[in-house]
Each structure stands twice: as structure tokens, then as C-alpha cells.
């Protein structure tokens, strides 16, 4: 009994780190060939995205314009009531301008 037994099993294969298995390079090749068509074909499509999705700004620059000028009458008007009921006089647009300009100026002359 001294005799270690032998087995009839077949040879394991090589198991060296040169041995790679086949479906991981088949899933990178295939992302690899994915994003490769993917850059071409946006290489070679003719329009630009927004073309490609019919996008566009919602509202145009002149309207943006004209909300932004219909606050600020809005919010002098409004300032100016609050004044009124206080019992100061009413400030104008070119008033509150050179308030805005003057701040702005001591801002950045006072630095961060």
C-alpha cells in the first residue's frame, strides 16, 4: 500500500497567463467595432446634432430682450409704489442705472 495511485484522468490543459479566453475579447472587440461605427457615422453625418433632433432655442434673443426690459419696469414700478405709500419720491430707470453702475464699480474697486 505504499504505492500512490495513479490516475487515468486526462492532462489538465495549460493554465499559463499567456492563455486568454475568446469571449472576453469577442465582447471588447464588439464594443471596440460598436463605438468605431458610431464616431464614423458622426464624422459623416452631414448636419449637426440639433439638425439631427429638429432643435432649436425656444424663444429668440429679441423677445428674451423684451421680458428682461419688461421687468425691470415692473420691478421699478413696483419699488416706486412701495415708496409712495412711505411717502418718498419715485426713482427713474436712469436713477436706478447709476445706482447699479456706481455699486458695481465700489464691488470691484473693494475686491474679493
Not at 504505492?3 to 492532462?11: C, G, I, N, T
Not at 459623416?44 to 425691470?72: C, F, K, N
Not at 419696469?73 to 447699479?100: C, D, F, H, L, S
Request: charged fraction near 30%.
Amino acid at each position: 500500500m505504499g504505492k500512490a495511485a495513479v490516475s487515468s484522468a486526462p492532462p489538465r490543459p495549460n493554465t499559463e497567463a499567456s492563455s486568454v479566453d475568446t469571449f472576453p475579447l469577442i465582447v471588447m472587440g464588439g464594443i471596440a467595432v460598436t463605438v468605431g461605427l458610431l464616431v464614423l457615422l458622426a464624422k459623416l453625418y452631414p448636419g449637426s446634432g440639433a439638425d439631427l433632433l429638429d432643435w432649436g432655442p425656444t424663444r429668440s434673443y429679441e423677445h428674451e430682450i423684451e421680458l428682461e426690459m419688461e421687468d425691470v419696469e415692473q420691478m421699478i414700478e413696483a419699488q416706486n409704489a412701495y415708496r409712495r405709500k412711505r411717502g418718498e419720491r419715485e426713482v427713474t430707470e436712469e436713477e436706478v442705472r447709476e445706482n447699479v453702475v456706481r455699486d458695481e464699480v465700489r464691488r470691484l474697486s473693494d475686491g474679493p
